[in-house]
């Protein structure tokens, strides 16, 4: 495969929005670019009889994000159907709207403001510069499990408060559990066989087992020996003057794990395949960083949009161009569209790290806009910059591998050829 096929390939018109493997190939763009032309705002038919409403215009989505009283994330944020246990049993601050939302939130907020995460700048960039000078002089190696998998967990571990060593163990779990319709990644997919047992339990995982002993044995060493971290805050923290329960800390705790490494590991990898079919951008940012990187950051989570659905529950009826939305439909919010959007980006195919503006709903929008987007900024950031100081050449040597889901848009491996500087 060379350079650039796995952006340039933009799927079937009429994909299968339901399946994951239909991302296995592409992203659907061709599908969403006829979506947004012919009905932006669809009812999309599932197998098992039912479906949802699939929004695929960046004001609509916008729209609906920040309108948190006609649609609702208290029912579910994911495309799938859950009992009320299931629902009560998974919750995170991501199914509460306000005012709920906004009294979780406050709990970590003030630690990943973007004046506190450009504290952390320094030790990444000494992080990033220590998995890059043990990778690279190998030659040739994987860019996926050598770099990008391995630099957004250990600053997460820091962050958390738990020990580096364990990164491996919890992106691993991160793997299983988000990764949960992809067969390399779990023995326990979604959609091959009966999950019913582990119905309970986040993304339907028996993983999540192994993450919440781990954060019971990380609270019992907080509780005996408070420090300076987010599991401390967790643990001390009374947002209804009440502290958490025990399972509001472990569904926090692995909602945290896995939103803090998964998407911004994806976005890396995404993000050299980008510079590496643009060599002119590639080496006017290697030239100059200063002016160049906090646009190609931008420009890249626009582009790759890893994150790709969130979804909102309807509580009254809704006209939305032309189509009447009842309560109780699901919303399927579809980002890699928003963010190729012909009214909102001139030439959305085109990498461009000028582009400017570059208003994309990465991060979403409203109350529910990610709260990792700064430390997300900072990583992308930073790594581009010490990778590209290093090396003088890089090449694919191989076609990236594609993650098995219509959640993340996640590449599992990207074998490459370096000459370093």
């Known amino acids: ?95 509460f709207d306000p005012p709920e939302h906004a009294r979780l939130r406050r709990l970590v907020q003030p630690g990943f403001t973007p004046k506190v995460i450009a504290t952390y700048e320094s ?65 326990v997919v979604i959609d091959k066989m009966d999950t019913e047992e582990y119905r309970l339990l986040p993304f339907r995982s028996p993983a999540a087992l192994e993450v919440f002993r781990y954060a019971e044995e990380m609270a019992a060493e907080r509780r005996s020996s408070p420090e300076d971290d987010i599991i401390t805050t967790l643990l001390t923290a009374e947002p209804d003057g009440q502290p958490l329960t025990d399972l509001e800390f472990k569904n926090f705790f692995t909602l945290m794990m896995v939103a803090g490494n998964e ?17 002119i951008q590639m080496e006017q940012l290697r030239e100059d960083p200063a002016a160049l990187s906090v646009g190609a950051t931008e420009e890249i989570l626009r582009a790759s949009s890893v994150t790709m659905h969130f979804r909102r529950t309807a509580t009254e009826p809704v006209e939305m161009r032309g189509k009447t939305i009842q309560p109780g439909d699901r919303v399927v919010m579809w980002y890699p569209s928003a963010n190729h959007d012909e009214e909102v980006f001139e030439r959305p195919f085109e990498f461009d790290i000028r582009r400017r503006p570059n208003d994309h709903l990465t991060f979403g929008t409203g109350r529910h806009v990610c709260l990792g987007a700064s430390l997300a900024r900072l ?11 290093r090396v003088a050449a890089i090449e694919i040597t191989g076609g990236p591998d594609r993650l098995r889901s219509n959640f993340i848009n996640g590449i599992k491996h990207l074998p490459i050829r370096v000459t370093l500087a």
């Not at 998407?263 to 060599?279: E, F, V």
């Open 123 to 187: 030790a990444f960039r000494l992080l990033a510069g220590h998995v890059l000078d043990a990778a690279l002089p190998q030659g040739e190696l994987d860019f996926v499990t050598e770099i990008s998998r391995e630099l957004p967990i250990r600053l997460l571990c820091r962050l958390l408060g738990v020990p580096e060593s364990d990164a491996g163990l919890l992106v691993t779990w991160g793997d299983q559990m988000i990764s949960n319709a992809d067969p390399e990644y779990t023995p």
């Open 1 to 95: 495969m060379s350079v650039g096929t796995l952006h340039d390939d933009r799927g079937e018109e009429y994909a299968d929005l339901t399946s994951h493997d239909t991302f296995v190939r592409a992203v659907p763009h061709a599908t969403f670019t006829r979506m947004r032309r012919e009905e932006p705002v669809a009812w999309v038919e599932e197998v098992d009889g039912g479906g949802f409403w699939a929004l695929t215009k960046h004001a609509d989505i916008a729209a609906v994000s920040r309108d948190y009283v006609r649609f609702t994330a208290s029912r579910g944020i994911r495309i799938e159907q859950m009992a009320p246990d299931e629902l009560e049993a998974r919750r995170t601050m991501m199914e």
């Open 263 to 279: 998407t911004t590991r994806h976005t890396i990898s995404h993000g050299l395949i980008y510079l590496l079919d643009n060599p």
């Open 379 to 389: 990583e992308v950031r930073v790594v581009f910059e010490e990778l590209l100081k």
